[in-house]
Nanobody, 123 residues
Framework: QVQFVESGGGLVQPGGSLRLSCAAS????????MGWYRQAPGKPHELVAV???????NYGDAVKGRFTISRDNAKNTVTLQMNSLKPEDTAVYSC?????????????????WGQGTQVTVSS
């Protein structure tokens, strides 16, 4: 059974930083494409960042230059470093995974999802 343990969400002021972490178990981590999605109230899920098993990364336009995704295959973890946070970054952030990187293409939907962690950017 695939399980994720997400941590690092919380309340931060605009311009601040947060670091989200996701530890995966129950699956061979190194073959997975890992990604972070977010969902704000009343809005659909939005892909924030993705990293493939080969280390290729991609970001949503709204976070390019501010967020960085990284993975540690030895520790089965993926992290999302979020800098220069804005109020519009407020959302529930979910760790996701799929052996098929095409599930992260437009219209795709990864097979495995964490429960999500709340990020609130407010003064």
């Amino acid at each position: 059974q695939v399980q994720f343990v997400e941590s690092g969400g919380g309340l931060v002021q605009p311009g601040g930083s947060l670091r989200l972490s996701c530890a995966a178990s129950g699956i061979i981590f190194s073959i997975l494409t890992m990604g972070w999605y977010r969902q704000a109230p009343g809005k659909p899920h939005e892909l924030v960042a993705v990293t493939t098993s080969t280390g290729w990364t991609n970001y949503g336009d709204a976070v390019k230059g501010r967020f960085t995704i990284s993975r540690d295959n030895a520790k089965n973890t993926v992290t999302l470093q979020m800098n220069s946070l804005k109020p519009e970054d407020t959302a529930v952030y979910s760790c996701t995974a799929d052996p098929d990187s095409r599930k992260y293409d437009s219209g795709g939907y990864p097979s495995y999802w964490g429960q999500g962690t709340q990020v609130t950017v407010s003064s």
